[in-house]
Structure formats: structure tokens, C-alpha cells
């Protein structure tokens, strides 16, 4: 996604109805998105990203009067975007008026009619684009991306930019034989280089097998063109990354007491890093033992979340755990991503924690391997266990899990999480002849491999995990040996495993594609009265936002919609610019939730963010914080008392008090936001902003 800065603001009339905007508000940033993702632009060689253009794309007046719906629409909606059901990119969403100008896309009076039909702004975009259209909300919010490397590539280069050439490259071919397949490894080999130079030949560029910056966009703008992303037809970009590993594999069995096994640490661990976040849940042991206390913790949590309180793991029990811990992991980061800091004996905290979980269901495969305690703690009996998990598989054994031991770590936890190891084979070991016939958990191990392959190679057809070696995978199987350029006989022999896991093992490498629980709109109003999960996912997203704003009420967590949540939910509309109903329709549910959401992508990972910066520290600040980021604060506001001489100093001793709220208030009136006191993220800027002012207009005699 981009900053929010392109957003179109004519066309539209205030008297038009609320889902007819929204659904061209969605068109427009979803094309603008289209034309930045595909670098439509730079491809063809221009310095700009978009045209400010109503004749190609988008245009956009700084400073224009707009209507009042329009911002309010605008703001709530700014990091959404259209795409096909399957696919990651923005979609093309063409676009015109409909009147003066037809087009194949949405036609913009013809939103009106619609609307006025009755139809949701989604339902309005489906019968335009097709009925596998989905509007998505993103945080992940951040400059225009240039994809060039910045230097070029060559025979020799590896990594990902050479990765994604390849990729291209391979897609390229299906229209253009002539180029021939490439093994998609992040090598830039001779191969390749005779590749590139057929490739620049045929688009008359110098022909030296060079991948500059004009090779680099010209590859890119036929990979654009031959998948049509650029277009309503687009082929579109798939989905990649791995297996969840918190899927419900029992059939009608159960977890309860008298239980034991992997699973049941599984769920131990769950348990064990929720009641870190939720007193009310007790701290279990990780020992893969059912008793009596795992079984308290489970009814604890199932009375926590509304569940059947009976403090038994079935399928729903088990899946709302792993939801919870993965929405956890959300809030702190990437979940299972490498912390970017080695850790070692003397370490502590979550991301130690999920080190010793992986070694300890990691012995449930490999025997030999040390068993831990789980508590967060890297001690000498932690550096003993990663020193023997390294030592068994090939890696230095230093006791210290950096990059690679973390990744291996994880591949082999993940695999047995999905159940694709048995006890005599590590990850990728060549486990014998495979054939259409084949049952048993290597054929299980091939299909996961092919499974991800299929995420981004679309020649390869997604096979089902099931450990049977069918036609299916026979089929898979062939068109990965086509693919790789081996031998077509639909059997596994070495060279085949071997190639496959190799290129699967660079795929995932860049670990699972995750994303924070959420639940839709459950199409009425929530009122007083009304008893739902709905309304406890609801009175989370207030809770969080209450943490943040001082104005917004925290209702108690509840799965009841009482006249305190009614009292809650219409200060967060006062906050939102929305009428103080206190009812939680639509409108209220989309704007609650997207502003909950955004404050929950910037929560800060104590493991992972040990010092903050000059750049805002992803949490609000106000009367009572104390620290460095505060200190700074109190040093901007000192700043501003030169510029602004009837504002006092105030006392530079890192606590905030109330001086520092009345003088952030100060700071606030003159950024016209919110007077409150608070230091969220455009309070900080606002400080940061006018200090620099502050300065700017100082001499070197004060």
C-alpha cells in the first residue's frame, strides 16, 4: 500500500448515496494501487507513478474543497482495495463516468441507481468487476516501492531480486517458448544469463545478459502484460507461504484429561502464552500431560471466550486457541518471523519461549534430542538443546540461535505441526521411490512441497495433503519435473525430491502469510440487549481503542451489548465524526474496527524493539508515562517556548505530567487536532514538526 496522498476527490455530488461513493472510493484507490504494484509507469520508462490524469488514471488537487462526506468516507476507508477472490494484487479496477464516457468497468451514474436499489458498496463492485471481487483493509502502509535493486544483476548475483526474475522470466515463457524454463532458485547462473540476452534481443535492448534498470522494467512490464494485471481480465497474483499449523486434525476425537502427546502440548502452549495477556487464564507446564490443571486453564479460556465450558478440546475449542494466539503474535509482529537478533544464553522473553516450544515438540519426533522447559528463559539447559538440535541437524553448534538455526528451527516444528515428518527422517531427507500408489507420511512431506510450489509457479496444480499418491499428485508431480526441466515420468526418484525440496525450502523461507483474526459485520445493528460474539469481538476492538483515547469509555469485555457499551460505543463515534447513537451499526462497526485495527498493527514488541528512535514508538503517550520517548517529547515542547512565547517550559525529567498535557494541548490547537492531551502518532508529528520550526528560526546567539 502507499501513503495516503492520491486519493481522487471530484466527480461526486454530496447528494449521492453513501454506498455509491464508497464503492467508486474503492475503484479509484484500488487502480491507483493497480498502476503503483504493477510500476505501471516506471516500466515504461517515465519518472512518476501516476499521472494526476482523469484521461489515464487519477487526478488530484492539493488544497480543492471537498465535501465533508467525502473526507469523512475517505479517511475511514483510505487502505482498502479491491481484489480478485485467490489473488494478492490490487485489481484494475477500470473506471468512468458512464454518461460522456463508456468503459467495460464501473460506470459512475450507474452507482447512483444501484445505491439506490438498496445495494452494499461491495454488491455494487460485484456487478460491475464479477462476482469474485473482495474489498480487503490492510495496515501495511508505506512509501511507493521502486522493485530495481539499484545496481545490476548479473551472472554471478543471487537473492531475492534474482528470485523474482526468475519468476517472471518462467511466466514470461508460456508466451514466448523460445526463452526457455529457468530453475527458480535465486542464482543468476549461464543459463540465465543466455535467457536474459534472448530476452533483450527480442525487445530490442542490448543484448549482454545484464539485468540493468531498463532490462528490469522491460521484463517487468511484459510480466505486467502477459498475466494482464493491468487489465480486467487479470490473471492475478497468487497467494504464497506455507501450511497453517493450527489446523484441527483429530477427526471426532478429543483433547481431555488423561490425554498426552504433542497435541496436547500444542495446546499447553497456547494456554501458557495467553495467560501472559489474560489474568483470568492460569499459567500451565508444557509437558504434554492432560491433568487437571490444563483442564482448569481450558475452562477458564472457554469461559473467557463464550465457549461450552466443559474443559475439553474439540474442534471449536481448539481453533478459537490458535486464533487467539496467532491474533497475539499479530499485535507483536510478524508471528514466527526471525526477531533479527541472535539469541543466547542469558535471553529472555516470548520469542525464547517459542525457540524452547519448537525443540520441545521437535523431540517428540527426534528422540535424541534434549528436552526443555518452557518458561522463557535461555539458561544452560536451553543452550545444551539448541547446541544438540544443531549438531543433529548439520548446523555450527554454538548453542546461539541466529537466522539459520531459527529457520530450521521453525521448518521442522511446521512440519511436524502438519504432520509431514516421521521419526527416522529429518526435513527433506530423501525418503525412497515415490509413485502413484505411494501412501504414508513422505507421500504426505512431497505433497506439502508441491502444495507450495503451486502457490507461485500457476504451471503446477495444486494437490490435496492427504499422504495418497493419486493422479492428482501424479499430475503435480509431472509438472514440476516440466517445470524444473527433469525427467517427465511422474515418479519421485532423488533428483526430483531433491530439486523440489530445495526450491521449496527458498519459498517458504520468507515464512507464513498471517493475518489478525477478524469477524464480519453480522449484517444488523448491535443494541442494547443483543448477545453474540459479534459484540465480544465488538467490545475488544472499543477496549482498544479506549487504551489509545482518553475520550472513548472501555466497556467490559462481553459478549452482552449493555447500555455501558452503548455508553462506550458513542463516544467512539464523537471521536470517529459519526452520530452519538450509542448503536453499533454498519458505519460505526467499519470505523471502530478499522481504527482498532490500525492501533493494534503499531503495538510494540518488547522482544523486538528494545529502543525506540526519534520516529514515533508505536504506542500513545499522556499524563502518567514516564521513559526516553517522553523525555524527548518534553524537549520538543521546550523548543516550541521559543517560538511561541506565552507557552511556558516544562520540566525535562521524562514523566509526563500535567504541564506536558496542557502544553501538548497547546501543540494540538495549532495542528487543529483534537485538544486531549495525548501523544498519538499525529500529535508526535505535529511536535516533531513544530520544534523543527522552533529551530529553524534560531541564531547561533539563542
Known amino acids: ?80 482495495y479491491i481484489r480478485k477472490t485467490g489473488t494478492v494484487n490490487p485489481y484494475y479496477a477500470e473506471y468512468c463516468d458512464g454518461k460522456s464516457v463508456t468503459c467495460p468497468g464501473l460506470k459512475q451514474w450507474g452507482t447512483v441507481t444501484l445505491a439506490n436499489q438498496g445495494r452494499s458498496a461491495l454488491s455494487i463492485l460485484k456487478y460491475y468487476y464479477g462476482s469474485n471481487i473482495e474489498i480487503i483493509r490492510t495496515n501495511n502502509i508505506q512509501s511507493i516501492p521502486q522493485s530495481y535493486p539499484g545496481s545490476p544483476l548479473r551472472q554471478g548475483s543471487t537473492g531475492a531480486a534474482v528470485f523474482t526474475l526468475q519468476r517472471q522470466l518462467n511466466r514470461i515463457t508460456k508466451d514466448y517458448p523460445f526463452l526457455g524454463l529457468l530453475t ?36 517487468s512490464y511484459i510480466y505486467v502484460s502477459v498475466k494482464d494485471l493491468a487489465e480486467l481480465t487479470s490473471e492475478g497474483e497468487t497467494f504464497s507461504g506455507t501450511l497453517p499449523d493450527g489446523s484441527w486434525n483429530f477427526g471426532s476425537s478429543v483433547l481431555k484429561q488423561g490425554s498426552t502427546g504433542s497435541e496436547v502440548e500444542q495446546v499447553q502452549f497456547w494456554l501458557s502464552t495467553l495467560a501472559q495477556y489474560e489474568s483470568r487464564i492460569p499459567s500451565v507446564t508444557v509437558d504434554g500431560v492432560y491433568g487437571s490443571g490444563t483442564a482448569a486453564a481450558v475452562r477458564a479460556f472457554q ?28 499485535d507483536n509482529g510478524t508471528p514466527n518471523a526471525y526477531p533479527g537478533t541472535a539469541l543466547r544464553q542469558g535471553s529472555s522473553g516470548q520469542n525464547v519461549r517459542l525457540v524452547q516450544f519448537w525443540l520441545k515438540i521437535a523431540r517428540t519426533v527426534y528422540s535424541s534430542l534434549n528436552n526443555v522447559t518452557v518458561d522463557g528463559i535461555f539458561g544452560s539447559s536451553t543452550a545444551a538443546a ?17 537466522r539459520t538455526t531459527w529457520n530450521k528451527l ?22 525412497g521411490v515415490l509413485r502413484n500408489g505411494s501412501t504414508g507420511t513422505a507421500v504426505r512431506e512431497l505433497q506439502f512441497y508441491l502444495y507450495l510450489m503451486s502457490a507461485y509457479q500457476s504451471s503446477i496444480p495444486s494437490v490435496s495433503i492427504d499422504g495418497r499418491f493419486g493422479a492428482a499428485t501424479e499430475a503435480a508431480v509431472r509438472a514440476y519435473q516440466r517445470f524444473a526441466g527433469l525427467t517427465v515420468d511422474g515418479i519421485v526418484g532423488r533428483k526430483t525430491w531433491d530439486s523440489l525440496y530445495g526450491k521449496a525450502s527458498a519459498l517458504r523461507s520468507s515464512g507464513p502469510v498471517v493475518t489478525l483474526k477478524r469477524l464480519p459485520y453480522p449484517g444488523t445493528p448491535l443494541t442494547v440487549g443483543t448477545d453474540s460474539s ?49 448503536v453499533a451499526d454498519a458505519e460505526t462497526w467499519t470505523a471502530v474496527e478499522a481504527l482498532s485495527l490500525q492501533l493494534a498493527a503499531f503495538t510494540p514488541n518488547p522482544d523486538r524493539h528494545p529502543g525506540q528512535g526519534p520516529d514515533y514508538p508505536d504506542r500513545a503517550m499522556k499524563e502518567g508515562s514516564v521513559g526516553a520517548d517522553v523525555r524527548l517529547i518534553e524537549g520538543w515542547l521546550n523548543d516550541r517556548s521559543q517560538l511561541y512565547c506565552e507557552e511556558d517550559y516544562v520540566a525535562d525529567n521524562a514523566a509526563f505530567g500535567p504541564e506536558d498535557t496542557a502544553a501538548v494541548k497547546d501543540t494540538q490547537r495549532r495542528a487543529s487536532l483534537e485538544p486531549n492531551g495525548v501523544v498519538d502518532r499525529p500529535t508526535w508529528a505535529a511536535l516533531r514538526a513544530q520544534s523543527h520550526t522552533a529551530c529553524d528560526s534560531c541564531t547561533e546567539e539563542g
Open 303 to 330: 469461559r473467557r471466550y463464550g465457549l461450552t465450558v466443559d474443559g475439553i478440546v474439540g474442534r471449536t475449542t481448539w481453533t478459537e486457541l490458535y486464533d487467539q494466539f496467532r491474533s497475539i503474535q499479530s
Open 386 to 402: 539448541v547446541r544438540r538440535f544443531q549438531t543433529y541437524f548439520g548446523l555450527t553448534s554454538d548453542g546461539v540461535v541466529g
Open 410 to 431: 521453525y521448518e521442522v516444528y511446521n512440519d511436524i505441526a502438519n504432520r509431514l515428518l516421521s521419526p527416522s527422517l529429518r526435513p527433506g531427507e530423501y525418503p
Open 184 to 219: 527458480v532458485d535465486g542464482i543468476f547462473g549461464r543459463k540465465m544469463t543466455e535467457t536474459v540476452k534472448k530476452f533483450q534481443k527480442q525487445f530490442n535492448l542490448t543484448a549482454d545478459g545484464v539485468v540493468g534498470r531498463s532490462t528490469w522494467y522491460k521484463i
Open 534 to 582: 459479534a459484540v465480544l469481538y465488538y467490545t475488544l476492538l472499543l477496549q482498544r481503542i479506549a487504551y489509545y483515547y482518553d475520550s472513548v469509555a472501555s466497556p467490559a469485555l462481553s459478549s452482552q451489548y449493555t447500555q455501558e457499551t452503548a455508553n462506550a460505543t458513542a463516544s467512539a463515534q464523537e471521536l470517529l465524526g459519526l452520530p452519538a447513537t450509542g
Open 1 to 80: 500500500m502507499i501513503k495516503r496522498q492520491l486519493w481522487p476527490v471530484g466527480l461526486f455530488c454530496s447528494p449521492w448515496p453513501e454506498q455509491a461513493l464508497r464503492a467508486n472510493i474503492h475503484c479509484q484507490i484500488s487502480l491507483a494501487l493497480n498502476r503503483i504494484y504493477t510500476e505501471w509507469y516506471p516500466s515504461k520508462g517515465y519518472s512518476f507513478n501516476i499521472t494526476n490524469s482523469t484521461s489515464y488514471d487519477q487526478y488530484y488537487v492539493h488544497g480543492r474543497t471537498v465535501f465533508d462526506v467525502m473526507v469523512r468516507l475517505t479517511d475511514d476507508i483510505f487502505n482498502t
